[in-house]
């Protein structure tokens, strides 16, 4: 069955893919977020995570985020200086 609240959600969604800034940025996830009632982000306390790659960019991010929600995080590396730059 299609609501209003389906077809809301649909025009936010097709109005943030038409730009780059909307769908990358907060904004656009928080828009989407409300519009499609997504759960909130867990709780990782006490998890181990482990991130290859996560010195820099979306390896970087992922660590840092989850760390955020309480995770540790074991980060590989091949450079030691670059893994442990804060």
């Given at each position: 069955?299609?609501?209003a609240r389906k077809v809301a959600a649909k025009v936010i969604d097709v109005a943030l893919e038409?730009?780059?800034?909307g769908s990358?940025?907060?904004l656009g996830f928080s828009a989407r977020a409300s519009a499609y009632d997504?759960?909130?982000?867990?709780?990782?306390t006490g998890?181990?995570?482990l991130i290859t790659g996560g010195t820099s960019g979306?390896?970087?991010?992922t660590a840092d985020?989850?760390?955020n929600l309480g995770a540790n995080a074991i980060v590989t590396s091949r450079d030691q200086e670059?893994?442990?730059k804060g």
């Open positions: 069955m299609i609501t038409g730009s780059i800034f990358f940025t907060k997504w759960p909130a982000l867990p709780d990782m998890q181990t995570v979306i390896g970087r991010a985020g989850l760390m670059r893994a442990t």
